[in-house]
């Protein structure tokens, strides 16, 4: 997937970051297309709201992988703050099945996984800077 760059008044980027989060309890509950596309059709409105965009996503049976691209000015934090909370109440609302496998309100696990992603290694980079000036 080729980059595109972001531009502003004073910087140019391109911030790609893989998301991961888990259902509580490891519950299996993306067990059917219609319960996971709702929740990636909703990720996909959160995300319109931070100005975030989703490259890719997909459920396995207890948890989902987002690709996303950001601006530096993103609030990460607040993005996926608003990803688990307003998808565990919408999904709670429209599948309510799902309180019995999983109670006290909460869907995902506290904890989550995020990473950027990059078009080199961390050792290329590393390298393009030691040889900054060595010509």
Same mark, same amino acid.
């Given at each position: 997937?080729?980059?595109?760059?972001?531009?502003n008044?004073?910087?140019?980027?391109?911030?790609?970051?893989?998301?991961?989060?888990?259902?509580?309890?490891?519950?299996?509950?993306?067990?059917?297309? +219609?319960?996971?596309?709702? @929740?990636? +059709?909703?990720? /996909? $409105?959160?995300? /319109?709201?931070?100005?975030?965009?989703?490259?890719?996503?997909?459920?396995?049976?207890?948890?989902?992988?987002? @690709?996303?691209?950001?601006?530096?000015?993103?609030? @990460? #934090?607040? !993005?996926? $703050?608003?990803?688990?909370?307003?998808?565990?109440? +919408? @999904?709670?609302?429209?599948?309510?099945? /799902?309180?019995? !496998? /999983? *109670?006290?309100?909460?869907? *995902?696990?506290?904890?989550? !996984?995020?990473?950027?992603?990059?078009? #080199?290694s961390?050792?290329v980079?590393?390298?393009?800077? +030691?040889?900054?000036?060595?010509?």
């Open positions: 997937m080729p980059y595109k760059l972001d531009h008044a004073h910087s140019v980027s391109t911030l790609m970051y893989h998301f991961i989060c888990v259902v509580k309890y490891r519950r299996k509950i993306f067990t059917t297309i +219609e319960i996971s596309q709702f @929740l990636k +059709e909703l990720n /996909l $409105q959160i995300a /319109l709201k931070y100005k975030i965009e989703i490259a890719e996503q997909e459920t396995d049976i207890d948890h989902i992988h987002i @690709l996303f691209k950001a601006k530096p000015t993103a609030n @990460l #934090v607040k !993005f996926i $703050q608003h990803l688990k909370g307003s998808s565990s109440y +919408e @999904l709670f609302r429209k599948f309510p099945k /799902l309180k019995r !496998f /999983l *109670w006290g309100g909460h869907l *995902w696990s506290p904890s989550y !996984f995020l990473t950027t992603t990059g078009q #080199v961390l050792d980079v590393k390298k393009y800077i +030691e040889n900054q000036g060595k010509k």
